[in-house]
């Protein structure tokens, strides 16, 4: 069954540091999504990505997050200068085709953010 | 606006018991709606999924039907197991990319 992988599992920093979080989506997903969630809480919204642009974000996506695909596989999230709020589980996560109703949005398995 | 509601957790249940997770959905339109469940450390899995009114997803002995008249997607179980252990999370599909979460219900079971 196809797969959304993500790096790091694990990644501790040290605030104000720059972090790149990694995900590979599924390959012929046309809609990916960053959501966030920290630890016990709810699963929260930060953007949404399609056609190499961001076609929706949250206001937690501030001007300190950012998102790319730099080479059509990867989607990048990158956070500039880390805040000790922004420690979290980041997920990727990927739909499909635009035209149906029942698009599934598919997980990464995440990638676990500690910033001290 | 768009939005999906789901019951406060934690339910604590004793194995076998019956199990109902309440989700209700806000739309002006129609979503397709999703359980995905989170089990610990890991990440989110669809569990199943209902695309228009009546539709009932049924996976690992969980069902949900989607009930326009009362919008409400509530999750049962017969019979749970110590297994289904886990974080529940409704989720509302709005114009094909738009998804909304509910706050998650965690449950637990005890033998």
């Known amino acids: 069954e196809p797969e959304v992988t993500q790096t790091p599992s694990h990644q501790v920093t040290q605030m104000g540091q720059e972090v790149i979080l990694r995900c590979v989506p599924i390959s012929n997903h046309l809609y990916f999504y960053w959501y966030r969630q920290i630890l ?13 642009e961001i076609s929706e974000k949250s206001e937690i996506f501030d ?14 999230l990158k956070i500039r200068s880390t805040k000790l709020e922004d420690s979290a589980m980041y997920f990727c996560a990927t ?4 035209f149906s109703g029942a ?12 910033v001290l | 606006g768009n939005s999906v509601t789901q019951m406060e957790g934690p339910v604590t249940l004793s194995e076998e018991a ?8 806000t739309a002006t339109g129609y979503p397709s709606l999703f359980w995905y469940v989170q089990y610990p450390g890991e990440g989110l899995q669809l569990l199943l999924k209902a695309t228009k009114a009546d539709d009932k997803g049924s996976n690992k ?11 409400s997607f509530h999750l049962e ?10 974080v529940y999370f409704c989720a509302g599909l709005y114009n094909f990319n ?14």
Do not use: H, W
């Open chain 1, 40 to 52: 016990g809480q709810k699963v929260e919204f930060l953007v949404s990505f399609y056609n190499n």
């Open chain 1, 63 to 76: 001007d300190q997050f950012s998102v790319e695909r730099p080479d059509g596989s990867n989607f990048t």
């Open chain 1, 95 to 98: 739909t499909g085709s635009t």
């Open chain 1, 103 to 114: 698009n599934v949005l598919t997980f990464g398995a995440g990638s676990r953010l500690t």
């Open chain 2, 18 to 25: 019956f199990l109902t997770i309440n989700c209700t959905y």
């Open chain 2, 61 to 71: 002995g969980f069902e949900a039907t989607y009930r326009k008249e009362t919008t």
């Open chain 2, 77 to 86: 179980k017969g019979s749970v197991q110590v297994s289904d252990s886990a």
């Open chain 2, 98 to 111: 738009k998804f909304y979460f509910g706050s998650g219900t965690k449950l637990n079971v005890k033998p």
